[in-house]
């Protein structure tokens, strides 16, 4: 597998040129502002203390290469990939199931504490609480 960074901001998994699936993110500079509807000034300063992070916005597989471990790999090759940039080191995601009915809440925020994501305030959507969580390690 081999990947690709775009200017588009999607971080991208192919096995011989198919796209196997996709990170998009990106590239907050004012974290405390950006985030202020869900976050308080404070915890974003502990937690971002740059005030600078990297947003995913979404984590797609495309459904035939589903329960295939690609978004583990995607995952793992994407943390590596911002730990390089030591500016952004710091991920934040919503934890929000979109597009697959399949994977619940509770198994998505599972997912993403596999890699040292944790839950530091919630976010409603569509009447639900969905976890924003981070990694700062």
Sequence with gaps: HQFKKSKRTYFRCYDEGELLGEIMFQYIDNASIYFSSVLDYENCIQNFPKNKVTYIEILDVIEKHQNKGIGKYLMENF???CKKNKEYSNIILSAVPFGNEKLNLKSLEKFYQKFDFRT???????????PIMVNTK
Excluded: D
């Design 79 to 81: 943390i590596i990939f």
């Design 120 to 130: 530091i305030a919630f976010e409603l959507i569509e009447r639900e609480l969905h």
